[in-house]
């Protein structure tokens, strides 16, 4: 089923139009958030955006109001959500280029709730449990054969077919038929020049997934070839569905024909993934959230930096703690506990990354699992992902950041 919205019913609006033209502002302001500019006056920040399912809207509010104040993004990372944000905004346009409407014009077009691919009273009992109503535990009794044989024999109640295919199709449609294209995509940019004149890296992409077979955070296409005998003909869009496994809501993502399988201690699993073990002949994947859902280590260096890393989180920052009193519960808090910290531990080493990141705290108000949310609330998410993405660049300060990680390196 289509939906029937489309870009300017995302954008229409009073508030959207005033948050434009403030971006725009400060677009004419000559305001300095990077050491790296083009001809057009474009400045290139990378950006790490965090997992956060349905919430992820948010992430494209972000993005295009920082392309209205003339940020333009260079290495790309993140997890679940935030990994297809970034493989769309990867594949959709070339560097320099602006790419957020082309997102928008993919969402408006889709129902979302054709990502839950289940049994059709399993997706409907989700939704029941997403929206808190009543009934569950009757619906749960109706229903406990056909959950016991998803999970039982699939490992999980949603196939992810359909997500996997809605990101296949778009890519391609943007001329990205295998990784050989996308990489060579990331090549073509505009001229890029530095403030101080120093050599400018080339762009990253990084979408993090969780290989529980061998206990590998992975970071894709960087370890892809521990997987994959021919990295260049596969389709990004796996890498990504390796990402977005959410653990019983989705099926694992199995990778079969591993590459050197039966071998022990074998060196690149060795240098990339710190396995000494024999290499299976095949694993398995989950959301890459398990691990690292804001993954905003990625792109980090010593020195001082010649462009910020931004990172947008979809969630509350440890502001309450969580209940463990019941079952449930206690499950919930652990695996919270799991997903955030690693992220947490290196947010911890780097205080200085603070003054890097935009808090959305989409979670606040809507379930990040809603995948039958209504129209007005994804506009509502959009909104949202704008409205702290303008003021997060209104309070940045690049000069001021530079200062800090000068004063870190000399220490």
Known sequence: MQKQTNIKNYLEGPEMTQLVVKAREIKNSGKIFSDIYDAKGCQYVDLVQEGGGVLGIALVGYTYILEQAGIRFYSLGGTSAGAINALFMAGMANIGEPVSMKILDALSQKNFFDFVDGP???????????????????????????????LRYRLGLNPGEKLENWIDHHLREAGINSYADLKQKRTLASQ???????PISKPRLAIISSEITTHT????????????????????????????????FYYPFVKKDIPDAGTKSHKEWMTFAGYRGEVPPEVKFVDGGLLSNFPINIFHTKKIPSLPTFGVRLSVYREKYSSTSGAFSLGGAMISTMRQIHDYDFLLRNPDYKQLICHIDADLQYNWLNFNMSFQDQQNLLLMGARKGLAFLQNFDWNAYKSVREKIQEC
Request: glycine fraction near 2%; proline fraction near 4%; charge should be positive.
């Open 120 to 150: 059709k009273r399993v997706k409907h009992l989700i939704q029941r449990k997403v929206e808190e109503r009543g009934g569950l535990f009757w619906n749960l009794l109706f229903n406990s054969v056909t959950i016991y044989y998803q």
């Open 192 to 198: 890029l020049y530095h403030r101080e004149n120093k």
């Open 217 to 248: 955070k992975v970071d894709f296409p960087r370890m892809a070839h521990l997987y994959w005998k021919d990295v260049e003909n596969i389709h990004p869009a796996q890498f990504v569905k390796a990402s977005i496994a959410i653990p019983y």
